[in-house]
């Protein structure tokens, strides 16, 4: 047995179909955000006299829910990030395997984390030290 094919998972293409859904998935929730910020700024634009005499809570609540936006934003960006990532471990034949230690991640995690990059021990580990 190669190399290659030692570190390669059983059910590679099902692993690569999961994640290729899980990337169309974020990428129409950032497209979904994209099109509602773009409307809020237009809605800025036009309204801005009209927001002059609004109370200052009101104002308040509508930064938090911008800035919250831009939370969940990020935070689609990062998971779509991981889910390349996950492809392209995939491509070059090291998906599975734990980026520390380089034993196997078991399938399980994989299913509920296809893009994880930690096995189990390695990851508790890198939680408690934190």
Known sequence: MSDTESTQV?????????LLAERERLL??????????QS???????????????????VATE?????QDQAIQRSLQDELHQV?????????????RCERCGKP????????????TLCVEDANRIEGQI
């Open 105 to 116: 991640i078991d399938p399980e995690r994989l299913e509920l984390l296809p893009y994880v």
């Open 10 to 18: 059983p059910d590679r293409e099902r692993f690569r179909s999961l």
């Open 40 to 58: 809020a700024s237009q809605g800025e634009e036009v309204g801005e006299l009209a927001h002059y005499d609004e109370h200052e809570a009101d």
């Open 84 to 96: 390349e990532a996950a492809l392209n471990r995939i491509q070059d034949g090291t998906y599975g």
């Open 28 to 37: 129409k929730q950032l497209r979904k955000l994209e099109t509602l910020d």
């Open 63 to 67: 930064t938090f829910l911008r800035e």
